[in-house]
């Protein structure tokens, strides 16, 4: 069974995604750009839409557009994210099924990852996260003792910076795009806060 490891930046920004759009279903892209083969290490996300996810004509548009970004900037697609509108639901639709299945078919070690609505506040001190692994043609849950999240107390701590903060409104999702195209769904403004944040000047790594 293959380890995954999520990075703080691929975390923070699924995280802050949902916390945008608290009614709505959201979902996303998971990015790596490491190599094929062995350990996944997620290393980056997309976040796509928060309103009609199972739209297909717009998610195809996403996909294709995420997949030319991504072999211009040495990335690959390796899995698939989604945050239930019911905080209770951290199940995946038939929606996520079916983009997941996409997903494995080019990416032989693809993930499903569910955020966990109950549990994202605060007070919860585990990554609210189900990751899923396609098994036999199907989607089964994964060990969790597989899953890695590096300095995971960082990484909430820098996710609850930018929520309190205000600077989750930073963030730029494929839906607020194509309402104004000049908002980037790369999201380098994002990118860059998190990485300042996560710098060791300012004690986290």
């Known amino acids: 069974m293959a380890e995954v490891e999520l990075s703080c930046l691929a975390y923070v920004k699924m995280y802050l995604h949902a916390c945008l759009f608290p009614q709505c279903s959201v979902n996303g892209l998971l990015l790596s750009s490491g190599p ?58 038939p ?48 060990d969790k003792h597989t899953i890695m999240l590096r300095q995971w107390e960082e990484t909430l701590s820098i996710a609850s910076q930018l929520l309190d903060s205000g600077d989750h409104a930073l963030l730029v999702d494929f839906d607020s795009h194509l309402d104004d195209i000049t908002r980037d769904w790369t999201n380098q403004k994002l990118n860059a806060k998190i990485a300042e944040l996560a710098s060791p000047a300012n004690g986290n790594v």
């Open 36 to 93: 094929a083969g062995g350990a996944l290490c997620v290393t980056d996300c997309v976040p796509l839409l928060h309103s009609h996810l199972s739209l297909s004509p717009i998610t195809q548009l996403a996909l294709t557009q995420v997949d030319v970004w991504c072999s211009q900037t040495q990335q690959r697609i390796v899995g698939y994210y989604q945050a239930n509108a019911c905080v209770s639901d951290s199940s995946p639709t």
């Open 95 to 142: 929606c996520a099924l079916k983009i997941g299945d996409k997903i494995a078919e080019q990416c032989s070690g693809a993930v499903l990852l569910m955020l966990d609505g109950a549990k994202m506040s605060p007070e919860y001190r585990v990554p609210p996260i189900i990751m899923y692994e396609r098994k036999d043609s199907r989607w089964s849950v994964k």
